[in-house]
């Protein structure tokens, strides 16, 4: 009888017997771990009937339910050993950063320096260019001396290989010719204008730039633009005619400076375009080398206009009125005026001409404002508004060449 029992007890040591196949695929069909892939050999139906769990001398007779649960135990921690692989894969793609969006945002960072600091430099210049143009009323010699340290400054730089000099040839300087001549003109008409006027009148005069350069597109080059483009020109000239009205230290001589800086920037520009593309010199070596032909235009029109006595007069009086204060002017807006053009052709380097063309508008923005703080200009109204209508039409231009 106790034999018989014993041989009885014997098939409940393997808990396939226990558990039907059925109920077994039943579970595991409708179990959330059926995702398991069985192709990785991970879990097989006859994985428990192959590894029988023997039960325990002490407990015989566990519970069909209790061995059950055992079984899915086992079944998850083979899932959760699958799983883990590929899960922590994913999770490090997902953590790295791509190296190219890691490129486009250190892109962005350099753009942004690059324009806070054109701006900075930019309204730096204009306060002292103001400051020694009112003591010292000689816009020629100005212009040259700028120029002068500009390339000064190159040179100095490629010698000490503190700037790599760039490779050139004689077709570079051909091309290069039409650019300097139309920076020439430009940088003394601008000049001109700031010794006769406001540095905000100026500046708001040349914020019509972009109606000078739709016209000269459209006659010489015979470009066609939508009409959005058009009708942004109306708010431009309508808020620079306004400005212009209302001015209270207009000035001929300081208006028309400013539209002929307009004009002579725009052909600099469309040339500047022309002659950096195929070509392997950057941004900052383009600059100082146009710098350098302009400083051979300018010196022998500067000498004829104004001379060496008028220069000698007027220094001495600058000295005595105000101090050894005025030489330092002088080296400081010579310097910047190097400074925040070559600046703003490395941006050139960097950006479209459409996102270039929208920081001049907010560095004229920056230096309207600060000019009008710093030497306290009388600003009326509507002397205001036409400024502000002028700017917006300048943004709604950059907004309508997209």
């Known amino acids: 009888m106790i034999s018989a029992v014993r041989q009885t007890a014997t098939p409940f040591t393997s808990t396939s017997d226990l558990l039907p196949h059925k109920t077994q695929s039943r579970k595991l069909k409708f179990s959330p771990l059926s995702s398991v892939s069985w192709k990785k050999n ?22 069909a339910s209790r061995l059950r649960s055992r079984r899915l135990e086992i079944v998850s921690e083979a899932y959760e050993a699958d799983r883990s692989e590929p899960l922590g894969d994913a999770g490090s793609e997902n953590v790295e950063i791509p ?25 730096v210049f204009n306060i002292y260019n103001k400051k020694v143009l009112n003591a010292f009323p000689y816009p020629w010699l100005t212009s040259t001396l700028s120029l002068a340290t500009g390339s000064l400054m190159m040179l100095v730089s490629w010698a000490t290989r503190i700037a790599e000099p760039p490779k ?108 950096m593309k195929g070509t392997s010199v950057s941004g900052m070596n383009y600059y100082a080398c146009l710098s350098m032909l302009s400083l051979l235009i300018l010196t022998p029109f500067a000498l004829a206009v104004e001379g060496p006595k008028m220069w000698a007069a007027g220094w001495e009086t600058a000295l005595r009125q105000i101090g050894p204060h005025f030489v330092w002017w002088v080296a400081a807006q010579s310097v910047f005026y190097h400074l925040y053009n070559q600046v703003s052709y490395m941006s050139l380097d960097e950006i479209s001409p459409l996102t270039f063309s929208i920081g001049n508008t907010m560095k004229r923005i920056s230096v309207i404002v600060s000019s009008i703080i710093i030497f306290h200009t009388p600003v009326q109204p509507i002397n205001a508004l036409g400024a502000a209508i002028a700017i917006f039409g300048t943004f709604l231009y950059s907004q309508a060449k997209q």
């Not at 991970?42 to 519970?63: D, M, N, V």
């Not at 190296?99 to 309204?123: D, H, M, R």
Request: glycine residues 6%; contains cysteine.
């Open 42 to 63: 991970t879990f097989t139906p006859g994985f428990l009937a192959l590894k029988p769990l023997h039960i325990s001398s002490f407990a015989p007779f566990q519970s």
């Open 99 to 123: 190296a190219e969006t890691k490129s486009e945002a250190a892109q962005k960072v350099k753009i942004g320096i690059y324009f806070a600091t054109w701006w900075a430099l930019n309204v």
């Open 168 to 275: 050139t040839d004689f077709n570079f300087w051909k091309v290069l010719a039409p650019v300097a001549v139309a920076h020439t003109i430009g940088h003394v008409a601008a000049t001109v204008s700031m010794s006769k006027v406001a540095v905000s009148f100026t500046h708001i005069i040349k914020s019509g730039e972009p109606a000078f350069s739709v016209l000269v597109s459209r006659l010489v080059l015979g470009e066609t633009f939508p009409l959005p483009v058009y009708l942004s020109l109306l708010p431009i000239i309508g808020g620079c005619a306004l400005a212009a009205v209302t001015e209270l230290n207009f000035n001929m001589t300081g208006f028309m400076g400013a539209m002929i800086s307009n004009l002579a920037f725009v052909f600099r520009n469309i040339f500047s375009k022309r002659g």
